[in-house]
């Protein structure tokens, strides 16, 4: 067990060492030792106001740690997204529970809060531990100012109130256009043991490049002691008086405390209550049922139920309740190798996941989040460009602007530099997009709503646009940053699009006036990518048709898009030069898999990447259909998925990339990742159930 000695000067936590929480809204990741590392307010997309991840100096971060040597245990509550962090020394056990509200779809009464909460307590001996909440607001750039005021929206259960009040902290960025308050409330939850305090002071980071102070305070507790921290943005309104209770008005006027604040809240903005321990109970009880009410609507009965929820439930966090939109990640450019410069946002909705994710989304039931994302992608369809295409990504609000921009004054991670916000990739051409696209819609229509004529007339438009630039190359999956290719798995994407389009047309018997063309454009296509993609010496799909020694795991795709059947001589050729080491010619590593060989290839980014997730379990999911023709396959399969599951952090969790030592790599928590693992552990459940006669 390790374990950890406080310093003064804390350096970077590994990626895989953070937990996620989140409102659907935004999300925040939260380290191992207790700090938050990453939140963007108040959506996935706006700026950061902690970011240590990126720069353990003056990224900004809102700790809670001991103050002596501790070991740590993090843990979701069951079937929850609420996280616990535990320290554990000799003297005694501190538990941190974070989450950011929710309430069930049914309740009505109070708007979402958008509040961090942080619920420190004691739950054995006694415990010293330093809190700090150090904001760096618009990514590190912007200045504010910090006041420790007196703080007249908490309901006090101590009376006489303290000498010194009751405080708060107020953080005000005028440039950043952003003001935080840091509240708390201290309680006891047994006799004879009172209240802890709790005294709020200035803390001057500037030396760490700060741009303002922050606040800290060192709480002594001891058994049943708690002290429950809320930052929020406030509201700015001005209130009456009668909207601050005092244990002194009511006492003037001859009535409970309790019965005055209930008075004062009914004066007070629906999105501003007062803050009582009754209210913070409420919260965490209602975010709690919320989570667990949800997962329980999965229909999924199949092997890996826990990775599988724990995949549901992350992918849950990632969704931008507002328009229905999944962001690829909640986190920003998180070194896809240590000391590399290959670091990106994924804070955008990228058409390319659409239809794995939608996949997954029905293959567990959740057809409300399906309709939801599905209307995303026709309001996307519908508002296409003038020449009839779409952008690969677009922003969570369906904007088609996210300019990319490098942050120079951050340090990155472990000092991986460039950190980029915004995404240049948006302006690619990546012809592969219509395929999952199309793919999309055909799933929606097998599981969800019926198309109407209309969305059915821009569809069509779509396939036209399609056989329109068939011959045009593009960057494709991989987003490269050079020369355009004919990158076999645009090709085979694009003949998905126009399969699709002929499927749609003849099961719903919908009206196609170029159905002749469509056949001739699908399988002229095929043809084109089964002579010109294919390698006859090696015998093996290439990466593009200008770059035949090349290797690309991406092609894994084919039977899992029914290009091709899983015991396609060809694929099955492909498949085991893949399974091969790099040194054998192959893109697999104990296990995992790469993208392809950055030293045979030239991407236009340089530097170096981890194995890819997403492709280990492509590689998984075309093992297991394999098997049914191999029971070999199969066996190996299930073998390969188990081993992944050993690269997740401790919570289940899963990033981009794993390093050749094993260590998490890339933004983190990664959608597309958790996506095709829900996909793979269904497809391989079933096919072990019918083939090996068991799940």
Same mark, same amino acid.
């Given at each position: 067990?390790?374990?950890?000695?406080?310093?003064?000067?804390? $350096?970077?936590?590994?990626?895989?060492?953070?937990?996620?929480?989140?409102?659907?809204?935004? %999300?925040?990741?939260?380290?191992?030792?207790?700090?938050?590392?990453?939140?963007?307010?108040?959506?996935?997309?706006?700026?950061?106001?902690?970011?240590? *991840?990126?720069?353990?100096?003056?990224?900004?971060?809102?700790?809670?740690?001991?103050?002596?040597?501790?070991?740590?245990?993090?843990?979701?509550?069951?079937?929850?997204?609420?996280?616990?962090?535990?320290?554990?020394?000799?003297?005694?056990? %501190?538990?941190?529970?974070?989450?950011?509200?929710?309430?069930?779809?049914?309740?009505?009464?109070?708007?979402?809060?958008?509040?961090?909460?942080?619920?420190?307590?004691?739950?054995?001996?006694?415990?010293?531990?330093?809190?700090?909440?150090?904001?760096?607001?618009?990514? %590190?750039?912007?200045?504010?100012?910090?006041?420790? +005021?007196?703080?007249?929206?908490?309901?006090?259960?101590?009376?006489?109130?303290?000498?010194?009040?009751?405080?708060?902290?107020?953080?005000?960025?005028?440039?950043?256009?952003?003001?935080?308050?840091?509240?708390?409330?201290?309680?006891?939850?047994?006799?004879?043991?009172?209240?802890?305090?709790?005294?709020?002071?200035?803390?001057?980071?500037?030396?760490?490049? !700060?741009?303002?102070?922050?606040?800290? =305070?060192?709480?002594?507790?001891?058994?049943?002691?708690?002290?429950?921290?809320?930052?929020?943005?406030?509201?700015?309104?001005?209130?009456?008086?009668?909207?601050?209770?005092?244990?002194?008005?009511?006492?003037?006027?001859?009535?409970?405390?309790?019965?005055?604040? %209930?008075?004062?809240?009914?004066?007070?903005?629906?999105?501003?209550?007062?803050?009582?321990?009754?209210?913070? @109970?409420?919260?965490?009880?209602?975010?709690?049922?919320?989570?667990?009410?949800?997962?329980?609507?999965?229909?999924?009965?199949?092997?890996?139920?826990?990775?599988?929820?724990?995949?549901?439930?992350?992918?849950?966090?990632?969704?931008?309740?507002?328009?229905?939109?999944?962001?690829?990640?909640? =986190?920003?450019?998180?070194?896809?190798?240590?000391?590399?410069?290959?670091?990106?946002?994924?804070?955008?909705?990228?058409?390319?996941?659409?239809?794995?994710?939608?996949?997954? +989304?029905?293959?567990? $039931?959740?057809?409300?989040?399906?309709?939801?994302?599905?209307?995303?992608?026709?309001?996307?369809?519908?508002?296409?460009?003038?020449?009839?295409?779409?952008?690969?990504?677009?922003?969570?609000?369906?904007?088609?602007?996210?300019?990319?921009?490098?942050?120079?004054?951050?340090?990155?991670?472990?000092?991986?530099?460039?950190?980029? *916000?915004?995404?240049?990739? *948006?302006?690619?051409?990546?012809?592969?997009?219509?395929?999952?696209?199309?793919?999309?819609?055909?799933?929606?229509?097998?599981?969800? @709503?019926?198309?109407?004529?209309?969305?059915?007339?821009?569809?069509?438009?779509?396939?036209?646009?399609?056989?329109?630039? *068939?011959?045009?190359?593009?960057?494709?999956?991989?987003?490269?940053?050079?020369?355009?290719?004919?990158?076999?798995?645009?090709?085979?994407?694009?003949?998905?699009?126009?399969?699709?389009?002929?499927?749609?047309?003849?099961?719903?018997?919908?009206?196609?006036?170029?159905?002749?063309?469509?056949?001739?454009?699908?399988?002229?296509?095929?043809?084109?990518?089964?002579?010109?993609?294919?390698?006859?010496?090696?015998?093996?799909?290439?990466?593009?048709?200008?770059?035949?020694?090349?290797?690309?795991?991406? &092609?894994?795709?084919?039977?899992?898009?029914?290009?091709?059947?899983?015991?396609?001589?060809?694929?099955?050729?492909?498949?085991?030069?893949?399974?091969?080491?790099?040194?054998?010619?192959?893109?697999?590593?104990?296990? &995992?898999?790469?993208?392809?060989?950055?030293?045979?290839?030239?991407?236009?980014?340089?530097?170096?990447?981890? =194995?890819?997730?997403?492709?280990? &379990?492509?590689?998984?999911?075309?093992?297991?259909?394999? $098997?049914?023709?191999?029971?070999?396959?199969?066996?190996?399969?299930?073998?390969?998925?188990?081993?992944?599951?050993?690269?997740?952090?401790?919570?289940?969790?899963?990033?981009?990339?794993?390093?050749?030592?094993?260590?998490?790599?890339?933004?983190?928590?990664?959608?597309?990742?958790?996506?095709?693992?829900?996909?793979?552990?269904?497809? +391989?459940?079933?096919?072990?159930?019918?083939?090996?006669? !068991?799940?």
């Amino acid at each position: 067990m390790n374990v950890t000695q406080p310093q003064e000067e804390r $350096g970077y936590i590994a990626l895989a060492d953070h937990g996620l929480i989140g409102n659907l809204r935004t %999300a925040a990741l939260i380290s191992t030792d207790g700090s938050v590392e990453s939140y963007c307010v108040p959506n996935f997309d706006s700026p950061s106001i902690f970011a240590r *991840i990126l720069d353990k100096d003056k990224g900004g971060h809102f700790s809670v740690t001991p103050t002596s040597s501790f070991t740590t245990k993090q843990s979701y509550l069951p079937n929850s997204n609420i996280l616990q962090t535990k320290f554990l020394n000799e003297q005694g056990v %501190a538990a941190v529970t974070d989450f950011l509200p929710r309430q069930p779809s049914s309740a009505t009464a109070r708007p979402l809060l958008a509040w961090l909460i942080r619920r420190v307590e004691v739950i054995r001996g006694s415990m010293r531990l330093r809190v700090e909440c150090a904001p760096a607001f618009n990514y %590190a750039r912007s200045a504010h100012t910090t006041e420790v +005021l007196l703080d007249t929206s908490v309901a006090l259960s101590l009376s006489p109130a303290p000498p010194d009040g009751h405080n708060k902290a107020l953080f005000s960025s005028p440039e950043a256009k952003l003001d935080l308050d840091l509240r708390y409330i201290a309680e006891s939850g047994l006799e004879n043991v009172p209240e802890p305090g709790v005294q709020l002071h200035l803390l001057d980071l500037s030396k760490r490049g !700060h741009k303002g102070p922050g606040v800290w =305070t060192e709480l002594e507790l001891r058994e049943g002691q708690a002290v429950t921290f809320v930052l929020r943005t406030p509201p700015d309104v001005t209130l009456p008086p009668q909207a601050h209770p005092t244990h002194e008005t009511a006492e003037a006027m001859g009535i409970p405390y309790e019965k005055l604040v %209930a008075g004062a809240s009914t004066l007070r903005p629906t999105d501003d209550p007062i803050l009582t321990k009754a209210l913070l @109970r409420e919260l965490l009880d209602a975010t709690n049922t919320y989570w667990n009410s949800w997962i329980r609507r999965s229909t999924y009965t199949g092997s890996w139920k826990e990775a599988v929820n724990r995949s549901a439930l992350a992918l849950k966090l990632l969704i931008y309740e507002p328009t229905g939109a999944i962001v690829a990640s909640p =986190t920003f450019s998180l070194p896809e190798y240590i000391g590399g410069t290959r670091n990106w946002d994924y804070r955008a909705s990228w058409i390319r996941d659409s239809s794995f994710t939608l996949y997954a +989304l029905i293959r567990l $039931g959740f057809t409300y989040e399906a309709n939801a994302y599905m209307e995303f992608i026709f309001e996307r369809v519908r508002a296409r460009d003038l020449d009839g295409s779409l952008k690969i990504m677009y922003t969570i609000h369906g904007e088609k602007d996210f300019p990319e921009e490098e942050l120079t004054h951050l340090d990155g991670h472990k000092g991986s530099k460039p950190v980029r *916000i915004g995404n240049g990739a *948006i302006d690619h051409v990546q012809l592969d997009i219509y395929g999952e696209l199309m793919d999309c819609i055909y799933l929606s229509q097998k599981y969800g @709503r019926p198309l109407g004529y209309d969305t059915w007339v821009a569809v069509r438009d779509i396939v036209e646009y399609v056989i329109a630039h *068939i011959g045009e190359p593009d960057l494709s999956i991989w987003e490269v940053r050079n020369r355009h290719r004919h990158f076999t798995y645009s090709k085979i994407m694009m003949w998905v699009a126009i399969d699709r389009g002929i499927r749609l047309a003849e099961k719903r018997s919908l009206p196609c006036p170029r159905r002749t063309e469509w056949y001739a454009a699908r399988d002229a296509l095929y043809e084109e990518i089964m002579h010109k993609a294919w390698n006859p010496e090696r015998r093996f799909f290439a990466q593009s048709y200008e770059d035949l020694e090349i290797l690309d795991s991406a &092609l894994l795709i084919m039977p899992l898009v029914f290009f091709s059947t899983p015991a396609d001589p060809r694929f099955l050729s492909t498949l085991r030069q893949i399974l091969h080491t790099p040194e054998r010619g192959g893109l697999t590593s104990n296990g &995992l898999v790469y993208r392809y060989d950055v030293s045979k290839t030239d991407d236009g980014v340089g530097g170096e990447e981890g =194995t890819f997730c997403l492709c280990t &379990l492509w590689c998984v999911e075309a093992l297991a259909r394999a $098997g049914e023709y191999d029971k070999k396959m199969l066996t190996r399969a299930v073998a390969m998925f188990e081993d992944f599951l050993q690269y997740t952090n401790h919570l289940g969790l899963c990033t981009e990339e794993i390093s050749d030592a094993g260590e998490a790599l890339g933004n983190a928590v990664q959608g597309f990742t958790h996506v095709t693992l829900i996909s793979a552990a269904y497809n +391989l459940s079933r096919m072990c159930t019918k083939y090996l006669g !068991h799940a």
